[in-house]
């Protein structure tokens, strides 16, 4: 069996998708296409018998268009504002549209140093745990109200790699505008090729990586890295794919070759 054909038994899922696949660069709008197609796929992995998370970015990219904003803030309180209002707007959209498919969300906002705090650690474990068993999708963010640490790192690539290992997931899924890890950030060398698999995070998969590509991403390629880290460590797989290719979820969850494949220790 090829590392690619052991991801169709994958059995509990993590799907994280950016902010720059949620909206469109150019008017910084909610992309409905992409956003209804995620939720028929993720909808259809809990149908093939999957237990799925959605891990979600576009709080702050959502709150800054709901507020008429002319574009996104710099100030950090503002950004925490428009956050809190983008997020209650996302989770609208997100439970109108699974609902259509008959499906139950939760709201989870958590924050990267739940890991080292053992209480709400398996608070947060437990609850995640009980809403897989009851059949709900947790749709999880970013407390950005508390965490600052990650807006200005904007780092929900780590958080979802952090809730993989939680919940003791198979497979994690980055959802992002870019077909996977090139050898070179693609926007500034076109010839940059792309990277199919990784078995190793070594210094130079590490250097590799930059920073974001459009002005509502954060992190950019170094905090899927940093992902993969924690990911692989933890006997996860992991895959960075374009959110923009037809049926993305189903190719990477059917063995196909796409995007880049971070092998698990
Ligand atoms: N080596 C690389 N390979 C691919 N993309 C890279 C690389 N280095 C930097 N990037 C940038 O990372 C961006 C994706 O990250 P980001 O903008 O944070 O998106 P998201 O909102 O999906 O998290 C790409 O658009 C690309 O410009
Ligand atoms: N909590 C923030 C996360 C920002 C962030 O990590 O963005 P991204 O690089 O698009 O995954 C938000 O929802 O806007």
Known sequence: MTVRERLKDKKKVIVKVGSSSLTYEETGEINYFRLERLIREITDLKNMGKDVILVTSGAIAVGTKTM???SRPNCLEEKQAVAAVGQA???MIYQKIF???NQNVAQILITKNLIDQPVRRQNAQNTLNALLKMGAIPIVNENDT??????VYGDNDTLSAIVSKLVRADLLILLSDIDGLYEEDPRKNNDAKLITEVSEITDDVQHMAGGAGSVVGTGG?????AAAKIATSNGIDMVIANASVDNVIEKIVYGEQV???????
């Open 89 to 91: 707007n996302l989770m």
């Open 68 to 70: 008429n904003l002319p």
């Open 146 to 151: 508390v965490a600052t640490e990650e807006i």
């Open 99 to 101: 609902s259509e498919y």
């Open 259 to 265: 995007g880049t494949l971070f092998i698990a220790k």
């Open 221 to 225: 390629m170094a905090t899927k890295i």
